[in-house]
């Protein structure tokens, strides 16, 4: 299945999901090698974060396979997908607002004191918190400022900023560049092609605009009402190729609802 030599991080072979009477996915496979980036593209509604909260272990599939690092494994929590390397950044962010930055960055696995009592080691999270930040280009005032306080681009670094953070080996990104202005994108863009670079992380990331995906992703995936309709190399293909499919979809989804009213 893999175009090249390298490992499969993971592989998805036939996922069915149903919400009831929808079926947000149709039978989606794909694969990612160790250490490249997939970027998906696709319509509102088209199963992009469906997939995503499967591959993450939110939802469970209702058909279908996934291997993570060639081992057949069905995941039952996000915690259980945790714990395999895989981390993730919703679309619809799951900061605690009230929060501070740093408080936020160690959700869930904040640093303790040693000993038996669990007391909570807030001078090394600010420290390591003001760290990550500064290392990835991403100012704000103080790490001690609530999340609810940042601008929606900011508060979307700092979600990513966690992520990076936490040593996942997949990570996954539900439109990381939502809500951000260029200045911010082009910093999460840099941060992304700089883990890239340093190895051992592989990306699945879910984008809208498709310059900025053929820019970072090693390969695209279109998907159009639960499918996987196209998946091409990014140097091969094109942004006027791309809008060309997708309205080619449009006029033929438009041409059966007129021939289905005729
Ligand atoms: N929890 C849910 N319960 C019922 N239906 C759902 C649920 N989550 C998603 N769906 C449906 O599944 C389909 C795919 O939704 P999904 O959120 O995966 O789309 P998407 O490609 O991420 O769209 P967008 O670009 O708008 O984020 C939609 O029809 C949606 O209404
Ligand atoms: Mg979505």
Redesign the pocket.
Known sequence: MATNERPLALQAQNIVKRFGAVTALDGVSLHLADGEILGILGD???G???L?KILTGFHQQTSGELSIHGEQTLLRSVDHARALGIECVY?DLALANSLSIYHNMFLNREIVYPGPIRFLNHRAMRERASQCLEDIGVHVPSVTMPVERLSGGQRQAIAVARAVNSNARILLL??PLAAMGAREAGLIIDLILRLKEKGGLSIIM?MHNYAQTLDIADRIMLMQRGRVTYEQQSSKTSVPELMDIVRREYRALREASNGERA
């Open positions: 509102n509604g088209a992009k974060s469906t995503i679309q539900d439109e879910i």
